[in-house]
């Protein structure tokens, strides 16, 4: 590939952690869609967090009799081969690939990666930089939030307008971040402002909901932060079953609003 005008976009869902439960792919060459692949997978480890089934949609009855992702590989490698990979959060994606490629024992193709996510930060000044939020920026059509593969065809058109300003990007490091929309582009105060942007959480106790680190993940994904220790810069305190300490700083501070497990997943669902 000479340009940035034939790549391979992708988006992976997963069960918890960096454990695959569905691929999209969707192939670009002079900008326009050519082929497409969607899969659900079976995972490493046959188990769910609840917080990732609610997200996107797939519980463990949905991939139980799939195929594996090693059952899948020779299926979808020609994708990756000596490709341009653009993936929203690519470091997480190519993670996941990674990680599960060195699991069944797969040789790693070379291919090289771009960041919808990184870019956009980058070249935009939008109050957050979810998938969705730069899919209404650039009034793209998105009806299945966290289907692989609509995320995928979703990157794909975000990367489009973004080839020629990612180039200088890439090429040269360029920070400096335009403030004029393009003209088809809808007013940057018609997104709705995330209700985590710029909160700070921490997560204390033993936690039987979800995982720390997929919850965490998802902070950070809606434009939050998460830090170690009780302040008065905390916001949320999400507690689980004994909590000790650190809850009873946060009730002497006053000021954290406390969560229950429960409660953290409708405001991230909300």
């Known amino acids: 590939m000479d340009t940035y005008n034939d790549f391979v976009a992708i988006d992976f869902e997963t069960s918890y952690g960096h454990i695959p439960c569905s691929l999209g792919i969707v192939e670009f060459s002079n900008g326009e869609p050519i082929n497409e692949y969607y899969t ?11 917080i990732n089934s609610r997200i996107n949609g797939i519980f463990l009855e949905d991939v139980f009799n799939k195929k594996e992702f090693d059952e899948i590989w ?14 929203h959060n690519a470091s997480t994606d190519i993670t996941i690939l990674n990680k599960t490629l060195d699991y069944y024992k797969i040789h790693k193709p070379d291919f090289k990666s771009f960041c919808t996510l990184e870019i956009s930060k980058s070249l935009l000044e939008l109050e957050n930089y979810k998938l969705s939020t730069l899919a209404s920026y650039f009034q793209f059509n998105q009806n299945n939030y966290h289907n692989a593969l609509e995320d995928a ?6 990367f489009n307008e973004f080839r020629d300003n990612a180039f200088e990007y890439i090429k040269n490091d360029n920070k400096k971040r335009i403030r004029k929309p393009k003209s088809n582009a809808s007013s940057i105060n018609t997104i709705k402002t995330d209700i985590l942007l710029g909160k700070t959480f ?39 079953d004994k909590a000790g300490s650190k809850l009873k700083k946060a009730e002497e501070i006053g000021t ?5 497990e429960d409660e953290f997943l409708n405001m991230i669902n909300g």
């Open 40 to 50: 659900l997978i079976k995972p490493i480890d046959l188990k769910f967090n609840p």
């Open 74 to 87: 020779n299926e979808i490698e020609h994708f990756f081969i000596d490709k341009n990979i653009v993936a």
């Open 153 to 158: 065809y979703i990157c794909g058109q975000i």
């Open 202 to 240: 921490l997560f204390t106790g033993t936690l039987t909901k979800f995982n720390r680190t997929d919850a965490q993940k998802m902070v950070e994904d809606h434009g939050g932060k998460n830090i170690s220790a009780v302040s008065k810069n905390l916001n949320f305190l999400v507690a689980g």
């Open 256 to 260: 954290v609003v406390v969560l229950t």
